[in-house]
């Protein structure tokens, strides 16, 4: 080879080269469309199998909520004696709840029945209560039993539920009450019943190529849908032979379920005459299932073997054209090539060491350093994009902290030219915006309204709510009754509730010729008249739910006189659930205590004490809730 002509050299040289070039881009090539097939499929499972994981969490997620919506509010139901109406507007509201168990103990007084079961039996709903445990209302349901024995909770492995005749799962949320230590005590359960029979109607319809399948795995293994009904509950993928594998059943099996992570396997499924398939599964977080996809492995590659053949011929063709062209050409170009190659010789052995000229590669570095020169200051334009997005976000919450505190009236004294009548209030948000509201008008020349509420929930969503529950309270102020205010608020806030937000209130209604105050507590934290001699009255009753929950629900109202020199003062929880350094709260008896210490100071006498024992009593300790309090002072004889 070396005594051939370069010419020759070259040719041979320069094929071969072409050849490596064109048998490596047909490997790469292969292999590379064989990734993307690949990756294909699964994307295609991962996004079909994203609608019934989306379906599983959605049901999973609202299920649990709704268990532990019932549990933190069954106490409360139960002693309004409404947890059947509760519990079975739930069951109706809900299509895939299957049945909702309460059991409470009877440790707890002030209930009527410790026990409720509410199913669907064909297109109504049941509801069945008494002093005897749910569990003798279903015979042997052995998952029940093990549900309680769990601390926190959680989900039951799906079982057949006989009266239903579906595929369902269970879960369990412990009701927890605070005993007179502050300490927490358990004292029930509330069991929701999910039916799977939508999911296994998702899970069945998808379909992977012709001849793929998905299925639904529990988290123990067993297969909750399978296009194999008779594998459904009484099979599990432990118990797969080793063909289906090729390996250990009980390793492969346990990387799928342990892992909790996306993934890819080959498998020889039974269902597919144990022929090579490509497997897919992905957990559902919320409580541990696993969606399974299965393709057969020729469908995946089929098409691919054809273009590859092409790209052999045309290679083929390819490479003998160049051969010929390259030849050709090198026996044209190599005498001024030669000439060329012996006049750089001769000039650097006249002027010294030949330097190379720069090769492609300087411009390659040449262009990739202006792109990384681009690429930073496309950087640092994105850094800087993401401040100014950062502190607009900050000047939004600042400007929403301003607005919401315009809704606030801070001007005192509030009436200055009225000596029947004074007041002061304090508000305190936690964060930059609050749920508390409280606020004071006149309906009439004699007729003033006192309110305080409390929103559900934290932040500005909690705050736009407050502000559209204040402004609804004014505009159905229209006549001087408590109760039909109240009646005609709720009705308005449930007609434009949709994320489920209520409020609980005090409205007062004060007759100031008669000092007769007339009020409405819905389920509000409730409030004192302190008299002149230190004595301390509460306004104790309650007349109603909180608001924004159930439209045309009737309220109630008590009445009470204001003498001279009596004191009203309404405030928001987080008064007496306020907390100090160790976790303490400042509680009822110490707020009523220093209450009574304030007889005959004036309203804002008394809010700046109370304001200085807060201030005491937290400590270093951070405010964890938002502090409201008003304090009006009836001075008519």
Request: aromatic content about 12%; charged content about 20%; overall charge negative.
């Amino acid at each position: 080879m070396l005594n051939k002509s370069i010419a020759y050299q070259l040719s041979v040289y320069i094929s071969l080269a072409v050849i490596g070039v064109f048998i490596t881009f047909i490997g790469i090539f292969f292999l590379f469309n064989q990734t993307l097939i690949k990756e294909s499929v699964t994307n295609k499972a991962m996004t079909q199998s994203s609608e019934v994981t989306g379906s599983v969490r959605r049901h999973v997620v609202t299920t649990s909520e709704v268990a532990g919506n019932i549990a933190d509010q069954v106490i409360f139901y139960g002693q309004q004696d409404h947890i059947d109406l509760f519990i079975k507007s739930l069951v109706e509201k809900y299509s895939f709840l299957n049945a909702i168990f309460i059991d409470i103990d009877s440790t707890v007084t002030d209930l009527q029945y410790w026990s409720y079961l509410s199913y669907k039996e064909g297109d109504s709903v049941t509801i069945v209560r008494g002093d005897k445990s749910y569990e003798e209302c279903i015979k042997g349901q052995v998952y029940f039993k093990d549900l309680k024995m769990q601390p926190n909770g959680g989900w039951s492995e799906p079982y057949l539920c006989e009266r239903s005749n579906s595929v369902v799962v269970a879960y369990c949320a412990p009701i927890i009450i605070n005993s007179t230590t502050n300490q927490e005590i358990r004292v029930g359960e509330v069991i929701c019943e999910l039916s799977l029979d939508e999911l296994n109607k998702d899970v069945n319809s998808l379909k992977i190529g012709e001849e793929g399948f998905a299925f639904l795995l529990s988290k123990e293994g067993v297969y909750i849908t399978h296009p194999r009904q008779d594998w459904v509950l009484n099979k599990s993928i432990y118990e797969l032979s080793n063909k289906v594998y090729k390996g250990d059943v009980s390793t492969t099996s346990d990387s799928i379920l342990v892992n909790a992570k996306p993934g890819t396997l080959i498998a020889y499924p039974e269902l597919l005459n144990y022929e090579k398939a490509l497997v897919y599964y992905t957990p559902v977080q919320q409580n541990g299932w696993i969606l399974v996809s299965v393709v057969p492995y020729r469908e995946l590659f089929e098409p691919l073997y054809m273009p590859v053949l092409q790209m052999l011929f045309f290679s083929v063709l390819g490479i003998l054209i160049i051969y010929l062209t390259v030849t050709y050409i090198i026996n044209r170009q190599i005498k001024p090539l030669s000439d060329v190659t012996q006049q750089l010789k001769r000039f650097s052995n006249l002027t010294g060491p030949y330097k190379d000229i720069p090769e492609n590669e300087v411009i390659q570095v040449a262009e990739s350093l202006n792109y990384m020169k681009s690429w930073y200051e496309k950087y640092l334009q994105t850094q800087s994009d993401e401040k100014k997005k950062r502190e607009q976000r900050q000047e939004d919450m600042r400007q929403a902290s301003e607005i919401q505190h315009s809704f606030i009236k801070t001007v005192y004294p509030a009436f200055p030219d009225r000596t029947d009548i004074d007041l002061f209030s304090t508000y305190k948000p936690a964060r930059g915006v609050s749920g508390d509201l409280f606020d004071y008008f006149f309906i009439d020349d004699d007729h003033l309204v006192l309110t305080m509420g409390d929103v559900s929930g934290k932040g500005v969503p909690a705050a736009f709510f407050m502000s559209v529950a204040q402004t609804t309270i004014k505009t159905n102020a229209l006549e001087p009754k408590a109760n039909t205010i109240v009646k005609n608020v709720n009705n308005e806030l449930c007609t434009s509730n949709q994320h489920q937000f209520f409020v609980t209130l005090f409205l007062g209604v004060l007759n100031l010729k008669t000092g007769n105050l007339e009020y409405c507590n819905a389920a509000h934290t409730p409030g004192y008249i302190l008299k002149g001699n230190g004595e301390l009255v509460g306004l104790d009753q309650s007349h109603g739910l909180p608001l924004g929950l159930y439209p045309d629900k009737s309220y109630g109202s008590a009445n009470i006189k204001m003498e001279k020199n009596e004191t009203l003062i309404l405030f928001t929880d987080g008064v007496t659930e306020m907390l100090n350094e160790n976790d303490q709260q400042y509680g009822i008896l110490r707020f009523e205590e220093n209450i009574k210490s304030l007889a005959g100071q004036k309203p804002q006498e008394m809010v700046e004490r109370l304001e200085k024992s807060f201030k005491i009593f937290r400590g270093n300790a951070l405010q964890s809730d938002d502090i409201t309090m008003l304090i009006f002072s009836y001075n008519k004889a």
